[in-house]
């Protein structure tokens, strides 16, 4: 699992996981806005912000593990990827299972920051596909990986502090 290798291998103090998990991503937030599921507000800010700014939109949703982790009755991938209960925040369930390779415990403070976006809808238009996420990628993590005017003034993160080559998260948005 990608998560997973990003923390244990990588050991990654962000993680972005973009997939096209559940057909629910479109009831939640509609056919033009990818769904964003964080354990950091900033950084949920930062990627409704990036969305705007590409045209790549996002949109929140509701992050309660407390709620919602024990819809799936497995601590390994579920081959049907489905709730317990359908009526109860569906695409919420399915990135915390996503994100529950990344935690050992969603109850404590963890120094990882993780966003999950679920992008089903915004991906295709009919048959065909958008290219939905390349600019939104670009926007968030601008400042992270260019020295480039262009993606730092784009990017709703502030430029790296050169005394210790770090961003610093709290001065976020």
């Known amino acids: 699992d990608g998560v997973a290798y990003a923390r244990k291998d990588l050991n990654a103090?962000?993680?972005?996981d973009m997939c096209t998990l559940t057909g629910a991503q479109g009831i939640?937030?509609?056919?033009?806005?990818?769904a964003v599921l964080t354990?950091?507000?900033?950084?949920?800010?930062?990627?409704?912000?990036?969305?705007?700014?590409?045209g790549d939109m996002t949109y929140p949703i509701v992050y309660a593990p407390e709620l919602h982790f024990?819809?799936?009755?497995?601590?390994?991938?579920?081959?049907?990827?489905?709730?317990?209960?359908?009526s109860n925040a569906q695409s919420s369930c399915a990135g915390l299972f996503i994100g529950a390779h990344l935690f050992d415990d969603f109850f404590k403070p963890s120094p990882i920051i993780w966003v999950h976006v679920d992008m089903a809808y915004p991906v295709l238009s009919?048959?065909?596909a958008t290219g939905?996420?390349?600019?939104?990628?670009?926007?968030?993590?601008g400042s992270y990986c260019s020295n480039s005017a262009m993606l730092n003034a784009v990017s709703p993160v502030l430029p790296v502090d050169?005394?210790?080559?770090?961003?610093?998260?709290?001065?976020?948005?």
């Open 70 to 86: 024990s819809e799936f009755k497995s601590s390994v991938a579920d081959m049907k990827n489905s709730v317990a209960n359908r």
């Open 39 to 54: 354990n950091n507000a900033q950084w949920e800010s930062c990627a409704v912000s990036a969305g705007l700014t590409s």
């Open 126 to 128: 009919g048959e065909r």
């Open 13 to 16: 103090d962000i993680v972005l």
């Open 132 to 141: 939905w996420g390349p600019c939104f990628l670009l926007s968030l993590f």
């Open 28 to 34: 939640t937030t509609g056919a033009h806005h990818a």
């Open 162 to 173: 050169q005394s210790s080559k770090r961003h610093k998260h709290d001065e976020m948005c």
